[in-house]
Structures are given as C-alpha cells and as structure tokens.
C-alpha cells in the first residue's frame, strides 16, 4: 500500500455518485460534522493533518460539491487548519464536502522572510500544492461519489498563493479558485478555472499578482475590494467582517 492513514475520527457518509452542476439549495442548512484524519505521503515521507466539514444528515446529497481551503502562514505553530472554522462549518452547513489542509508541520523550516518571495517561497508553496494534488487524489479513492468535476480551492494569505500555484499547475483539476488576499503568486489568467480574489485594506499585492484590467475583462476575473485587514480574514474577524465574507465567497462558489 502506498501510504498510510492514521485516523482520529473519520466517518465516511453514504452519497449518491452524481455529478451534477446543481448542489444543495443556499436557503436550506444542515447541521455539520467534523472528522479530521492524517494523511502520509510515502512518496514525500510527509504528514498531512485533514479536517473534514461535512453536512450531517442521512439524506443523499445529489451532485454534493467540493471545497479544499488552504490556510495563512502560521510560523510552523500547527492548527491553522481550524482557525477558518467560521467559513468551513458555513460552507458545510449548505452542503458542500469541505477539506481544511494543514500544510505546516513543527518540524518544518521557517518561511523565508528575505529575498524575492516567487523565488525564495515557491519550495513552500510548491510543497503545498502536493498536498493539495495528495489529499485530492485520495478523496476521490475512497469517496468517488462527490463531484470532482467542480473543485473549489480557497486560500487566505499563503495559502492562497498555494491555490494559485496549484491552478496554474493544473488547471483541469480545478473548476474556481477564491484567493483571499494572496499577495506573492501569480494568480491565473485564464477563464477556467475560474477565478475569483477578495482584497485586504491593508497590505498591496506584489506587482504583477493581480490580472490588470484588460486581463479581468479578457478572462473574467473578479477582483473585489475589502474594508477587511489581512490578519482579520480568519475566525479573529469580527461577525460583521465573516459575515462579509461568508456570504460573498458563497456566491462565487454558487455562480454557474
């Protein structure tokens, strides 16, 4: 067997193999089940800590829908895959299978803060974007009834610099990427997947990382603009900040 899989608690619910666009009506909300699991990767001698936001009833979801989030930089401290909760428990709540990576272990070197980021982070990111390809390859193995045909990816700050790394990388993976305030990596230019990226208020994005405005009009990119510091974007928001986003990054997701 190629890798190993270490559970805390991890409760594979019974779905319906349909892959259909339409998903579960925003106006309805389920109740959420977390399960979190390790992934080993073999091939990278590399844990991968996963939590699983699913809805919880005993229904079949039709064409049930994808979300991988990837979270900021947290200097290796471990947990940044539940700081997030507020948006992983509402996407759940509307139906969606929602995967939170951890993609920083406490034995891993520290982020480079000198030097040029796209040179000096892109192992790092890198590194998160096989994580990402990892955790998508086993979901499909042992819940092939989800709909992989419109993945979402979401990363806040780092992490959605990994987000667009990963749809540059591959781009027939991914149905819609929501970069939350990435500031060093390139996001995509291109009309699928489709891309989507909200602003802080208080820290620029490197030159070059946002499409211009031919671009955003040539491939139909959405840049929004936020009242929202950077480091506000996790579960230290306010409600009135998560909810802004919440209900924004809901709307991208439900777009056709």
């Known amino acids: 067997m190629?890798?190993?899989?270490?559970?805390?608690?991890?409760?594979i619910l019974s779905l319906s193999n349909c892959t259909s666009r339409k998903n579960i009506s925003s106006d309805k909300t389920f109740e959420v089940k977390l399960d979190t699991l390790t992934f080993f990767d073999q091939s990278r001698n590399r844990k991968i800590p996963v939590a699983f936001y699913s809805p919880k009833t005993n229904q079949k979801i039709s064409g049930q829908q994808v979300v991988i989030f990837s979270h900021g930089y947290g200097a290796n401290k471990g947990g940044d895959y539940f700081v997030y909760s507020?948006?992983?428990q509402m996407l759940a709540?509307?139906?969606?299978?929602?995967?939170?990576?951890?993609?920083e272990l406490p034995t891993d070197e520290l982020i480079p803060m000198e030097g040029k980021p796209q040179i000096v982070r892109?192992?790092?990111?890198?590194?998160?974007?096989?994580?990402?390809?990892?955790?998508l390859n086993e979901l499909k193995k042992s819940r092939p009834d989800l709909d992989y045909k419109h993945l979402t990816l979401i990363g806040h700050s780092n992490g959605g610099d990994m987000t667009a790394l990963f749809a540059n990388k591959h781009p027939s993976l991914v149905y819609k990427i929501i970069a939350m305030d990435n500031r060093r990596m390139y996001l995509p230019r291109t009309s699928l997947p489709k891309v989507y990226t909200l602003r802080s208020n208080d820290y620029p994005a490197d030159e070059g990382v946002l499409p211009s405005s031919e671009e955003q009009k040539k491939y139909h990119i959405t840049i929004l603009p936020t009242q929202i510091n950077h480091g506000h974007m996790d579960d230290k928001g306010s409600d009135?900040?998560?909810?802004?986003?919440?209900?924004?990054?809901?709307k991208y997701i439900e777009e056709q």
């Open 86 to 88: 507020y948006l992983t």
């Open 240 to 250: 009135e900040e998560k909810a802004t986003l919440k209900n924004t990054i809901l």
């Open 122 to 135: 892109m192992p790092f990111w890198e590194r998160g974007a096989e994580n990402i390809l990892f955790v």
């Open 93 to 103: 709540s509307k139906g969606y299978f929602t995967v939170s990576i951890q993609h």
């Open 2 to 11: 190629s890798y190993k899989i270490l559970f805390t608690s991890f409760i």
